[in-house]
């Protein structure tokens, strides 16, 4: 069941365009065979998408996720800010995705971060499921206090936060004192004169899809 949220949570998460407009009808029968927790929310995303015009939906994509960092869709964001100790933390995902044999340049996100939540979704779905839930898990601090922005916010992308947090474990009390401390203080921030915080091919220069925005 989960391969197949994460597969639905992929494509949702992704920058709107028409294509996504014509997978509706596929992405409501996937999601008719989930449990409550997990289709309910994409449902009701997928009734927000379905009337609403497109340009209106980019435009709020682009409003939530581009302009907004604590809505950030790179999940090391939340873990390391813009510091050095992020790029070695891209890696780490880029690492999983070689062990389980793919290669982003070959997927149609290729011109996206590893760690874009989309991508990483995309990944757990089509790849090694355990190692995708490993990378989810690790960064859950992150994508809970996305989530509970989202919902204060009334975006539409809340649902599809929620059913991603249903495929996850219960939240512990670590993970809520770490949301807690990253609500109260923001991601680290880097000290002045340090190097980039990932290598060059990781840089958001390289990202082909927002150049296409």
């Given at each position: 069941m989960n391969r197949a949220a994460w597969?639905?949570?992929?494509?949702?998460?992704?920058?709107?365009?028409?294509?996504?407009?014509?997978?509706?009808?596929?992405?409501?029968a996937a999601v008719a065979t989930l449990p409550g927790p997990l289709g309910g929310p994409l449902g009701a995303f997928l009734d927000h998408a379905a009337t609403?015009?497109?340009?209106?939906?980019?435009?709020?994509?682009?409003?939530?996720?581009?302009?907004?960092?604590?809505?950030?869709?790179?999940?090391?964001?939340?873990?390391?800010?813009?510091?050095?100790?992020?790029?070695?933390?891209?890696?780490?995902?880029?690492?999983?995705?070689r062990a389980a044999g793919l290669d982003l340049t070959d997927s149609p996100d290729g011109g996206e971060l590893p760690d874009h939540l989309s991508v990483?979704?995309?990944?757990?779905?089509?790849?090694?499921?355990?190692?995708?839930?490993?990378l989810l898990t690790e960064h859950r601090a992150g994508l809970e206090l996305m989530r509970l922005g989202l919902l204060e916010a009334g975006s539409p992308w809340a649902h599809v936060l929620e059913s991603v947090s249903a495929t996850l474990p219960p939240l512990g009390r670590h993970d809520r004192e770490a949301v807690a401390r990253?609500?109260?203080?923001?991601?680290?921030e880097e000290e002045v004169g340090l190097a980039p915080f990932a290598p060059p091919e990781y840089l958001p220069g390289h990202a082909s899809q927002g150049a296409s925005r």
């Open positions: 597969q639905v949570q992929s494509l949702l998460l992704s920058y709107p365009d028409s294509e996504l407009l014509d997978r509706v009808p596929m992405l409501r609403t015009r497109l340009i209106d939906l980019q435009a709020d994509y682009v409003a939530t996720f581009d302009h907004r960092k604590k809505f950030s869709p790179y999940l090391t964001y939340f873990a390391y800010g813009d510091t050095r100790k992020r790029g070695m933390a891209l890696l780490r995902f880029k690492h999983a995705y990483v979704l995309e990944f757990a779905a089509t790849g090694d499921a355990a190692a995708g839930l490993r990253l609500a109260a203080e923001g991601p680290p």
